[in-house]
């Protein structure tokens, strides 16, 4: 079963700045997730990748395969941006996702 | 083209009663999956059903938890006997048969039980 570990748990950072949010996986998959979710909120689904990066306005996902690993980039960021982001694995393309424990970002204006 | 749909938004039951969670896919999905975030805690799977079939209840409790999709209207979970525990945020998700990978969530149901 697939382990997903994300880093930080917390995050802090004044707007404008450049942020990293790590997930690391421990067996093979065949596609990443990165989700959002905001205070009481729903989820959604930011990105799906299975290889190479991904842009999307201020957002950037990356994966690298043979060292199983992903990070999720915002660029300039916003206290809008304040939210949990979860990764989330698959191991084939028809079982459940396995989740990381979120990470919490706060942007302070 | 409306997203996954999930109602109630919030129900609240009383220790022992019964609570009926409803998710409507998105069109022409036929794949359903059920995840449960506890206070505090990260997501975790649940049930994966495709229409009138349970493929994957791995992640079920395995009692006083049932889940459905028939082949008309929406699938359902259904928790009987509620207890404190059964606290939660329930999350559903759709598919489309051709990608399984291509989830996509709906807004959830806050359970509250007093």
């Known amino acids: 079963k697939n382990e997903v570990e994300q880093s930080p748990q917390n995050l802090t950072a004044q707007e404008g700045e450049f942020i990293t949010i790590n997930c690391s996986y421990s067996?093979?998959?065949?596609?990443l997730h990165w989700l959002q979710q905001h205070p009481g909120g729903g989820i959604v689904s930011l990105f799906m990748?299975?290889?190479g990066k991904k842009k999307h306005g201020r957002l950037i996902a990356t994966i690298n395969i043979q060292e199983k690993h992903s990070s999720l980039h915002i660029t300039a960021s916003h206290p809008r941006d304040s939210a949990v982001y979860i990764c989330?694995?698959?191991?084939?393309?028809?079982?459940?996702?396995?989740f990381g424990k979120g990470t919490r970002l706060s942007v302070i204006a | 083209n409306a997203g996954v749909m999930q109602n109630p938004r919030h129900l609240v039951r009383r220790r022992g009663q019964e609570a009926r969670l409803r998710c409507s896919p998105m069109?022409?999905?036929?794949?359903v999956y059920w995840y449960r975030q506890l206070p505090e805690e990260g997501l975790k799977f649940m049930v994966y059903?495709?229409?009138?079939?349970?493929?994957?209840e791995s992640g079920m409790p395995k009692e006083r938890f049932s889940a459905e999709f028939p082949k008309e209207g929406p699938s359902i979970l259904r928790i009987q006997q509620v207890v404190r525990g059964d606290s939660a945020a329930y999350f559903c998700?759709?598919?489309?048969?051709?990608?399984?990978?291509?989830?996509?969530f709906g807004p959830g149901t806050r359970l509250t039980v007093l």
């Open positions: 998700a759709s598919s489309p048969a051709s990608s399984y990978n291509e989830q996509f």
């Open positions: 067996v093979g998959i065949s596609a």
């Open positions: 990748l299975s290889s």
């Open positions: 989330a694995v698959s191991d084939s393309g028809n079982t459940p996702l396995v």
């Open positions: 069109k022409g999905h036929s794949h």
């Open positions: 059903l495709q229409k009138e079939n349970i493929i994957d």
